[in-house]
């Protein structure tokens, strides 16, 4: 217990997420795969992270296991100021997956407002936050479209909108960038930066673009499955406890 005018410790000071010495291994023998290699790291609400790599050194890995999407090989992995169980989880990280993940029967705005339905959302207020999140991506006009009558950055778009709509503490966004140009590119990391500035949520952003991770506060790199960090930017080694 805090002492009597002292204030009470804030929630925000917990980290959302823990990773100590985290590792995922994939097959076993000699086609083990070692992904993910003994990760520590914390990320909290306002951190802005773009996580860099060339392909196969482990982001999206690293980013399923921090989303509660996998579970590690090893190692301890925690969302102190979330819910303390994976299943506490939806709802409060959300994540834009690598390549496109719409469901081809909905329509565009019925797959934003799925996820709001799911947890409960009523239909019509889930679907005009779907429509909302959607004209905020500039795609306003394309939610009665299905998904194969959108090109890939559509596409790309709209699987943001639909992390949006759910107004998460964290957003995970794994190469959300990497169908667009440099025009939409920016304004979808933009977006992404706002929406989480508004909900006070963290972000983690996986790119191969230095231009993209420029815009974000810090930068991790992944190097075959281990995690570095610039000391100038890293939220790794600043430790905030
Ligand atoms: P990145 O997102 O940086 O391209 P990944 O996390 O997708 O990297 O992959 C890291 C390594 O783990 C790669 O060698 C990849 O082949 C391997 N890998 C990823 N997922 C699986 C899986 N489900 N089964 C076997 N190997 C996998
Ligand atoms: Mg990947």
């Known amino acids: 217990m805090p002492e009597p005018g002292q204030p009470s410790p804030r929630i925000d000071d917990q980290p959302l997420v823990e990773c100590d010495g985290v590792s995922r291994t994939f097959g ?39 989303a509660g999407l996998d579970t590690p090989t090893s190692g301890a992995l925690s969302w102190p100021a979330m819910a303390e169980t994976v299943d506490g989880l939806f709802g409060s990280v959300a994540v834009v997956f690598q390549g496109a993940s719409l469901m081809p ?46 090109s890939g950055g559509q596409a790309q778009r709209a ?12 957003i995970l966004a794994d190469e959300p960038t990497g169908q667009l140009d440099s025009v939409a590119a920016t304004h979808v990391v933009e977006v992404l930066i ?16 230095p231009l993209i991770a420029a815009h974000l506060a810090s930068r991790w790199q992944m190097r075959d499955g281990v995690l570095d960090s610039d ?11």
Do not use: W, Y
């Open 28 to 66: 076993t023998g000699q086609r083990a795969v070692v992904a993910v290699h003994s990760v520590s790291c914390r990320i909290h609400a306002g951190d802005r992270i773009a996580m860099m790599g060339p392909s196969g050194s482990g982001k999206s890995t690293l980013l399923h296991l921090i």
């Open 105 to 150: 029967p909905l329509t565009v705005v019925e797959n934003v407002a799925f996820p709001l339905l799911l947890a409960g959302m009523a239909d019509a207020p889930a679907r005009r936050a779907a429509a909302d999140a959607l004209a905020a991506l500039d795609i306003g006009d394309l939610g009665q479209r299905l998904p194969e009558e959108l």
């Open 159 to 170: 699987c943001v909108a639909r992390v949006l709509a759910s107004r998460p503490r964290l």
């Open 194 to 209: 706002q929406a989480a500035d508004q909900l006070g949520a963290g972000l983690v952003l996986s790119t191969h673009d």
């Open 231 to 241: 000391p100038a930017t890293s939220v790794v080694e600043r430790g905030r406890s």
